[in-house]
T-cell receptor, first 114, second 109 residues
Framework: DADVTQTPRNRITKTGKRIMLECSQT?????MYWYRQDPGLGLRLIYY???????NKGEISDGYSVSRQAQAKFSLSLESAIPNQTALYFC?????????????FGPGTRLTVL | ELKVEQNPLFLSMQEGKNYTIYCNYS?????LYWYRQDPGKSLESLFV?????AVKQEGRLMASLDTKARLSTLHITAAVHDLSATYFC?????????FGEGTQLTVNP
């Protein structure tokens, strides 16, 4: 079984729709992250959370929001999707005490906004 | 603002040849990671480099870190087709990763 799972794996939606991407992990890690990947730009950090009560903006948080429902769950929402949010989205987890914050990535969600 | 630059961005090489991918970064950090990504797949951790002078090797890949020069290298020895993928370096600053643009490696027979 995968340690970090993301749902859905693929999503096509229309401009203006609200979308939620979900991430769950069974690694027992405290820290969770959301990234987006665009061709030629590497991965960019959207939001991160070091524990259930901690939420922080990353490099590109505008247009996104997150919810840390439990240690194992971290959701990313697009309140009103726009075409330039079309990208591959990755969730990642890490643990400060395990391999010093090495991040482990989920399989990704491919989102297309028409 | 931390900037991470990789070069080359595209690399086409023949099987059996050696080559090096470079990762330069702009702000002091003593923690750097290398990841591999196959097309349409997630990122797979290759190396964790935690101090100046760190060197890690796995098969045909060897990674090193020079924190004074703010430079990491990923050296490929006697490339094989299975190494074709995109390779990313990522620099840790305050427990947040900043990624390079990635190096798309193609190994030709």
């Amino acid at each position: 079984d995968a340690d970090v799972t993301q749902t859905p794996r693929n999503r096509i939606t229309k401009t203006g729709k609200r979308i939620m991407l979900e991430c769950s992990q069974t690694k027992g890690h405290d820290r969770m992250y959301w990234y987006r990947q665009d061709p030629g730009l590497g991965l960019r950090l959207i939001y991160y959370s070091f524990d259930v009560k901690d939420i922080n903006k990353g490099e590109i948080s505008d247009g996104y929001s997150v919810s840390r429902q439990a240690q194992a769950k971290f959701s990313l929402s697009l309140e009103s999707a726009i075409p330039n949010q079309t990208a591959l989205y990755f969730c990642a987890t890490s643990d400060r005490g395990e391999r010093l914050d090495e991040q482990f990535f989920g399989p990704g969600t491919r989102l297309t906004v028409l | 603002e931390l900037k991470v630059e990789q070069n080359p961005l595209f690399l086409s090489m023949q099987e059996g040849k050696n080559y090096t991918i470079y990762c330069n970064y702009s702000t002091t950090s003593d923690r750097l990671y290398w990841y591999r990504q196959d097309p349409g797949k997630s990122l797979e951790s290759l190396f964790v480099l935690l101090s100046n002078g760190a060197v890690k090797q796995e098969g045909r890949l060897m990674a090193s870190l020079d924190t004074k020069a703010r430079l990491s290298t990923l050296h490929i020895t006697a490339a094989v087709h299975d190494l074709s993928a995109t390779y990313f370096c990522a620099v840790d600053l305050d427990s947040r990763l900043t990624f390079g643009e990635g190096t798309q490696l193609t190994v030709n027979p």
